[in-house]
């Protein structure tokens, strides 16, 4: 079946720890996003990907890094820099940038 | 700043009635919006996609678009219990073809 996998779909940060979260994808998508989501809010855009090798800051992406080292690959990796990291986060990607997104089951990120 | 809004409260509306959630963007420049629908604890889907002034219907859902006056709204006729969610607007509003999304409106259908 085609579709976006996150994993893991919980996951737990020790202060001071940077954690990774993974998305793969194999729809031969070349754009992917990574979306932050706090409790009745909308998502707001991290980083996102519009070809491999290349990837833009979204609106916030302080502590936060990613690579896109292959096409269906995107992980994120949230570093001790960010100091509110607990969140819903959303992985996502569209055949191009602009049309509509296909989302992954999402990661709840909490901190111990 | 550029942003999409969806400023109504939760909406509660009872079984069989529609449902009407609107949504304004900042940007003219916007030229893609959609509608996403997302349950508790669950990731977005997309239920309507519009991109040219006018209604679009699919089913039960009918998108409209006015872009001089920048605004899409969503109709959920004859809503199901099953529609309770909470609904995300999205656009293109950043010109490169970048979404950005509301805060999302919640609706409760009480049967």
């Known amino acids: 079946d085609g579709g976006i996998t996150q994993s893991p779909k919980y996951l737990f940060r020790k202060e001071g720890q940077n954690v990774t979260l993974s998305c793969e994808q194999n729809?031969?998508?070349?754009?992917m996003y990574w979306y932050r989501q706090d409790p009745g809010q909308g998502l707001r855009l991290i980083y996102y990907?519009?070809?491999?090798?290349?990837?833009q800051k979204g609106d916030i992406a302080e502590g936060y890094s990613v690579s896109r080292e292959k096409k269906e690959s995107f992980p994120l990796t949230v570093t001790s820099a960010q100091k509110n990291p607990t969140a819903f986060y959303l992985c996502?990607?569209?055949?191009?940038?602009?049309?509509?997104?296909?989302f992954g089951s999402g990661t709840q990120l909490s901190v111990l | 700043q550029k942003e999409v809004e969806q400023n109504s409260g939760p909406l509660s509306v009872p079984e069989g009635a529609i449902a009407s959630l609107n949504c304004t963007y900042s940007?003219?420049?916007?030229?893609?919006f959609f509608w996403y629908r997302q349950y508790s604890g669950k990731s977005p889907e997309l239920i309507m996609s519009?991109?040219?002034?006018g209604d679009k219907e699919d089913g039960r859902f009918t998108a409209q678009l006015n872009k001089a006056s920048q605004y899409v709204s969503l109709l959920i006729r004859d809503s199901q219990p099953s529609d309770s969610a909470t609904y995300l607007c999205?656009?293109?509003?950043?010109?490169?073809?970048?979404?950005?999304f509301g805060k999302g409106n919640q609706v409760v259908v009480i049967p």
């Open positions: 519009i991109y040219s002034n």
């Open positions: 990907s519009q070809i491999v090798n290349d990837f």
């Open positions: 729809l031969n998508h070349d754009a």
């Open positions: 999205a656009a293109d509003i950043y010109g490169n073809n970048r979404l950005a």
């Open positions: 940007d003219r420049v916007s030229q893609s």
């Open positions: 996502a990607s569209s055949p191009r940038t602009g049309e509509k997104l296909f």
